[in-house]
């Protein structure tokens, strides 16, 4: 490991469209990197082929919210490399869904279900809890300080249908910001990024008037990029003095 930084850093939700470009930016920047998700498939598609950088990479096929395999995983990976230094809590879900339908005469038809509700909170928020507690664990035992991003959300203040969504990302803000002050005597820092729309699979998905309409929202005109997700992550890595706050990246958009 004398050639690299010799520093280990943990994406959740890696085989996703911003997960890539966090894990490439971190490769390219001599991190060694363990990828955590559930697509086993789309893991060994990355592995293949971020190929050229096969000594600094290894997949987990992971469940963020069960507890068992969170903790055994975190400590796997400090086992294998023998350090622990970076987690970008980036595994996340979005099941969209307003609290109350009504017909014309007022009558209730859909109520936001409690299983909807909870799943998006188990992932988003639990998932979180649970892998920063012990990359926590792991970066005390180590004795070298290390960063936690979390992922949080613009929409963290709430938005019209996106009732689970934002209070999921509400509380991930009220972690990080938790977790600063606790974990600072460990020389460890915790900060978080709060997308607005950003282009993946969903948005390229959705109906060009629609997609026309959410860009002239924004304004810089246009959606924001995997890759500027990559270069935030980039900067609260590289900037020591950021702590304990949330990076908004949303191209100027107010919800």
């Not at 050229?52 to 507890?67: G, L, M």
């Not at 903790?71 to 796997?76: G, L, P, R, W």
């Not at 109520?111 to 799943?119: D, N, R, T, V």
């Not at 949080?152 to 990302?169: D, I, P, T």
């Amino acid at each position: 490991m004398s050639n690299l930084k010799c520093q280990v850093a943990v994406v959740t939700g890696a085989a996703g469209g911003i997960g890539y470009e966090i894990v490439k930016r971190l490769l390219h920047e001599q991190y060694y990197v363990a990828l955590l998700d559930q697509q086993a498939n789309q893991l060994d598609q990355m592995i293949d082929q971020f190929a050229q950088f096969k000594s600094q990479i290894k997949s987990y096929v992971i469940d963020v919210t069960n507890e068992v395999q969170v903790t055994e995983t975190m400590q796997n990976i400090k086992d294998t490399w023998g350090r622990f230094d970076i987690l970008i809590n980036n595994a996340g879900i979005l099941k969209d869904n307003i609290l109350i339908k009504t017909n014309a005469a007022h009558e209730i038809t859909h109520k936001l279900s409690l299983a909807e509700f909870q799943s998006v909170l188990n992932v988003n928020l639990t998932g979180v809890f649970l892998c920063g507690r012990e990359a926590a664990v792991q970066m005390i035992q180590c004795l070298q300080g290390g960063v936690i991003i979390n992922m949080s959300s613009l929409v963290r203040s709430g938005n019209f249908g996106q009732s689970s969504y934002a209070a999921s990302k509400a509380g991930v803000a009220a972690l990080t910001k938790t977790w600063a002050q606790e974990l600072a005597r460990w020389d460890i820092r915790v900060a978080g990024i709060a997308p607005g729309v950003i282009q993946t699979v969903m948005t390229e998905n959705m109906k060009p008037i629609a997609l026309d309409m959410l860009c002239k929202k924004v304004p810089v005109g246009r959606l924001g990029l995997p890759v500027e997700v990559a270069d935030a992550i980039d900067f609260i890595l590289k900037n020591k003095y950021f702590n304990a706050r949330i990076l908004e990246l949303d191209g100027g958009l107010s919800l």
